[in-house]
């Protein structure tokens, strides 16, 4: 029998599936023929393959996979100048002056929303009728607006044979999930449409910190703060609302924030990133499965955010694992439980569970955010992580791999 993989973060917006079959929070709906069983499929003859052939099939796969959502929501989402899907008629940049506010009105760009994240002052706006994103784009440049930008869609994609029991009641350190909505969190808040709305992956990440069920988790005892940035909305999982969750995170005093989600570069999220740096909020990101051929992720390329990959159980690196541009830990994320449901569990694959199992660690000698202890606290872990590949650092496995014993392991 061919085995079966739930594999997580495999191609950004691969969770644009049909709903009962999909790990990922709220991009569900794109008919077929892109099914999770023809994916995950396809990823099972890809695996087989040599590496170049696996980064190729997986390259193709997320491009074909951006098209066709939007195909399905043309009035919702379309590509940005670089290809990757973004919320349509909507632009972001830097807060203008009154002389650049007006000059914008007069070419038919309308204010959606001013928005303050931890400092940031940014303005969504609504593109004119007939421009494209690319067009638009251009044009505020050159009427001398700043960090123009496209409000770009992050997301994972994975099947689940049932719903997640939700992670364990603690009473221990406040971890962060910027996700879809986590079921018995201790903390909720949404920022899009129809959140907070319970998630298959957004429940699983949190479930590998505080443990659920027969799943060990990280961090036993954990408490979970949980950022819907999906909800109900097709267009959900935007660069923008992951800046607002990471935002209240930091007022929450989140201490580390898991995200298992990827996408291309935003200014505006990583200029919030780095204004909770400030604060002392430790990010941990997944570098996603889209294979070494895919751009590199983010949120896991930003400075300073912690770049996690995955192994499986003899310790070898994903061979579908993306890549960042800079790498800190691996950490188990394959050949493993990461859920169970009624009193079930299930085989996971894919480097967004291992995101989770670094934050828990680091959240063990973490736990309040201070900017003056997470250099301690970071050493500590480095200290416990097993060197493998290349003697110290390389970009293979980072500064080795961390929580192995956090592995439930799969029959």
Same mark, same amino acid.
């Given at each position: ?72 929501y043309p009035d919702r989402i379309a590509l940005d100048p670089d290809g990757f ?50 067009? %638009?784009?251009?044009? &505020? +440049?050159?009427?001398? $607006?700043? =960090?123009?930008?496209? /409000?770009?869609? @992050? *997301? !994972? ?25 986590? %079921?018995?969190?201790? &903390? +909720?808040?949404?920022? $899009?449409? =129809?959140?907070?709305? /319970?998630?298959? @992956? *957004? !429940? ?26 999906y909800g109900s909305d097709p267009a959900g999982g935007n660069a923008t609302a ?34 909770a740096q400030a604060r002392g909020t430790a990010i941990v990101a997944a570098v ?124």
């Open positions: 029998m061919r085995r079966q993989w739930h594999s997580i973060g495999l191609v950004p917006l691969l969770a644009a599936m049909p709903a009962h079959a999909q790990l990922v929070p709220v991009i569900p709906h794109l008919p077929a023929p892109l099914t999770p069983e023809r994916v995950l499929g396809r990823l099972d003859q890809a695996l087989e393959t040599a590496a170049d052939g696996v980064a190729q099939r997986l390259e193709a796969i997320r491009r074909s996979a951006a098209a066709q959502l939007v195909r399905a899907p973004a919320r349509a008629g909507e632009v972001v940049i830097d807060d203008p002056d009154d002389a650049l506010a007006t000059r914008l009105q007069t070419k038919g760009y309308a204010v959606l929303a001013r928005e303050d994240v931890l400092g940031v002052r940014y303005v969504r706006l609504t593109v004119p009728h007939g421009r494209s994103l690319t067009q %638009a784009i251009r044009e &505020l +440049r050159k009427l001398g $607006a700043t =960090g123009v930008t496209a /409000d770009q869609l @992050h *997301a !994972t994609s994975g099947s689940v044979p049932a719903a997640p029991a939700p992670p364990a009641a603690g009473s221990g350190t406040l971890l962060g999930v910027v996700d879809g909505g986590v %079921a018995g969190a201790t &903390l +909720r808040a949404g920022f $899009a449409s =129809g959140a907070p709305h /319970d998630s298959d @992956h *957004a !429940t699983a990440v949190a479930s590998l910190i505080s443990g659920a069920g027969a799943v060990r988790g990280g961090l036993p005892g954990a408490r979970i703060a949980s950022a819907d940035v992951i800046a607002r969750a990471i935002g209240w995170m930091v007022e929450n005093r989140v201490s580390v924030v898991t995200i298992s989600l990827v996408g291309p570069a935003n200014p505006v999220l990583g200029k919030v990133i780095a204004a996603g499965n889209n294979g070494p051929a895919a751009p590199p992720a983010y949120p896991a390329s930003y400075p300073g955010v912690i770049a996690v990959t995955g192994v499986d159980a003899r310790g070898r690196v994903l061979i579908e694992a993306g890549r960042a541009s800079h790498l800190d830990y691996a950490a188990p994320g394959a050949d493993m439980l990461a859920m169970a449901a009624t009193g079930r569990t299930m085989r996971v694959r894919g480097t967004s569970f291992a995101a989770p199992l670094v934050a828990a660690t680091l959240a063990r000698f973490y736990p309040a955010a201070s900017p003056g202890q997470l250099p301690a606290a970071i050493a500590r872990v480095d200290a416990g992580a097993r060197d493998a590949g290349a003697r110290g650092p390389d970009p293979v496995f980072g500064r080795g791999i961390v929580c192995e014993p956090c592995r439930t392991p799969a029959q």
